[in-house]
């Protein structure tokens, strides 16, 4: 009586032991499902909270950087330039005229705008926090296509922030 009193002992204290390993996996998988959805709806707030729009687009078909401006017209104060997306579609001043789209590259300055990049020129009314665009503020952009444009061809920019939201405009060159 003795021996099955020490083994079914042995056995209790095992499942016991075993029961509180896995707790803590548990809860550990527990926390990084909760991080995630926590990490989520706050992506999807902030892409709520995002609004911009393109306006003033304007490109000189080759004679410089194309221009436009882009209002954050959201709640979302907007400064990851770096993972900005700026797609242009353009027909090429080329034989035959191709139809190029390029993503272009954030460039930190606009001095020397190399082929291929963009840059902000300048945050109209940057009061709030300097070097970021804040709700209600215009950015003034530069965007580099690789080629020069052909004259009367049709110029479209595709312009996203680092949360998804994203704005197009087109223009014929002049």
Not at 17 to 32: H, Q
Request: aromatic residues 8%; glycine residues 8%.
């Amino acid at each position: 009586m003795g021996l099955s009193i020490a083994i079914s002992g042995g056995i209790v204290i095992f499942s016991i032991i075993y029961a509180m390993m896995s707790f803590s996996t548990v809860v550990d998988d527990a926390t990084k499902i909760s991080t995630s959805q926590t990490q989520m709806s706050n992506n999807l707030f902030s892409r709520l909270q995002t609004n911009i729009s393109i306006s003033s687009l304007h490109d000189n078909r080759g004679a410089g950087p194309a221009t436009f401006k882009i209002n954050d017209t959201g709640n979302t104060v907007l400064w990851n330039y770096n993972s900005f997306d700026v797609i242009v579609t353009y027909q090429e001043n080329a034989t035959n005229n191709p139809i190029l789209t390029e993503i272009l590259k954030y460039a930190n300055t606009c001095s020397g705008l190399a082929a291929g990049q963009w840059c902000i020129l300048q945050i109209q009314n940057d009061n709030i926090h300097p070097g970021m665009l804040d709700p209600s503020e215009v950015a003034v952009i530069n965007a580099q296509p690789s080629n020069p444009t052909l004259g009367g061809g049709i110029f479209t920019v595709e312009f996203g922030t680092d949360n998804g939201v994203t704005t197009s405009s087109s223009v014929k060159t002049t």
